[in-house]
């Protein structure tokens, strides 16, 4: 029964008693007991309110609803990230209706990766959610998820990914981009999906920022978590998003690093000991290009040439970096806006969802 109380109280921390006994059908006695008996586990308010001691720390999505990047980012600063935690581990808990789309799976599979290559435990609970398990496995979650992960109830014996893999021109599943020998079939794939799904109209351009971006993780990630790459058609919403992302150093980390010795007039520009100047930074790089932290300054307009295929799709551009977001709007051919989020909790990489609709 334990293991039933640990889950609702992720799910719902601050219940007393009573509220718990009733969920599980038991009396209220038996589960005041268990409680008392595992002050390791349970801790209890001045209110008789009982939670998880946060040994683990629990990121709780949210039930029956669409959970995307910002519904994860939400879920994960309500207890901060794991990295920053001095806690022991982490569990993501996916509650019934959870529906995870592939730019909130992205960031949720680079995180638990990053916390086990730190030494930290982790586990996903799905056995509220198996169906978000089952599109977990067809997307290929399980074959890039690191092996020291608990998956519960179980992780999946076979892989849907690798048995369907092509199938269906809506998911292109999750492909890995390694540092050491990177699948330079990717782009073509993700074009090629792309292109069903949309149009011919969009094959040149499609291919274009999907290539800039996979160059992008392959050349500048130094990360040994290889990174991923996928895209998934919503056919309700005619909504096509592209997720392509890596555990690496980050854009912002590979350009500060060099910035002030070979881009001195842009340096000045910025004041790194406020937390706004990488977004500043980043929005500069896909407006203007021209900065780049190898010695070719002709690779530093790939990230300004996906910036104008983003307005070809009349697109919304997001990129997660370490501790901010820079999203990037473009309608009628251009750029339109963009807003930022700073101060967010650790996600290591560079994580870009390129996200549009398909025009009825």
Not at 262 to 285: I, M, N, T
Not at 296 to 318: C, I, M
Request: net charge negative; glycine share 8%; charged share 25%.
């Amino acid at each position: 029964m334990i293991a039933d109380v640990e889950r609702f109280l992720r799910e719902n921390p601050g219940s007393k008693a009573r509220d718990i006994a009733k969920h599980l059908g038991v009396d209220k006695g038996e589960v005041n007991s268990l409680l008392y008996k595992s002050p390791d586990t349970f801790a209890q308010d001045a209110g008789h309110r009982w939670s998880m001691v946060m040994s683990v720390l629990a990121v709780v999505l949210k039930k029956e609803a669409w959970v995307d990047s910002a519904s994860f980012e939400g879920a994960l600063a309500a207890v901060g990230s794991p990295l920053d935690s001095f806690c022991t581990g982490a569990v993501f808990v996916v509650p019934k209706g959870c529906k995870i789309m592939i730019d909130a799976a992205a960031r949720m599979l680079a995180l638990c990766n990053q916390l086990v290559m730190v030494g930290k435990t982790v586990s996903i609970d799905f056995s509220a959610c198996n169906a978000t398990l089952n599109y977990f496995n067809r997307l290929g979650f399980f074959d890039h998820l690191a092996d020291a992960v608990d998956v519960i109830p179980e992780r999946p014996s076979l892989s849907g990914a690798a048995t369907y893999r092509g199938n269906n021109h809506g998911v292109v599943e999750l492909a890995s981009i390694a540092p050491d020998i990177p699948d330079e079939t990717i782009p073509k794939r993700l074009k090629n999906s792309l292109v069903e799904c949309a149009g011919e109209r969009y094959m040149q351009s499609a291919f274009t920022f999907i290539s800039e971006l996979f160059g992008n993780v392959r050349d500048h990630a130094k990360s040994e978590i290889p990174g991923v790459a996928a895209l998934q058609y919503y056919p309700k919403g005619r909504k096509i998003q592209t997720v392509i992302s890596d555990s690496g150093i980050g854009i912002v980390g590979s350009l500060q690093r060099i910035l002030e010795r070979r881009y001195p007039e842009l340096f000045q520009q910025l004041d790194f000991s406020k937390p706004e100047a990488g977004p500043e930074l980043l929005l500069h790089v896909f407006k203007q290009g021209r900065v780049s932290s190898s010695d070719d300054d002709a690779r530093g307009l790939g990230l300004k040439r996906s910036g104008e295929v983003a307005a070809d799709f009349n697109a919304t551009v997001t990129v997660r970096q370490k501790n901010f977001e820079l999203t990037m709007v473009y309608s009628d051919g251009r750029f339109n806006r963009s807003h930022h989020s700073v101060e967010m909790p650790t996600i290591l990489g560079t994580h870009i969802c390129f996200d549009f609709l398909i025009d009825s």
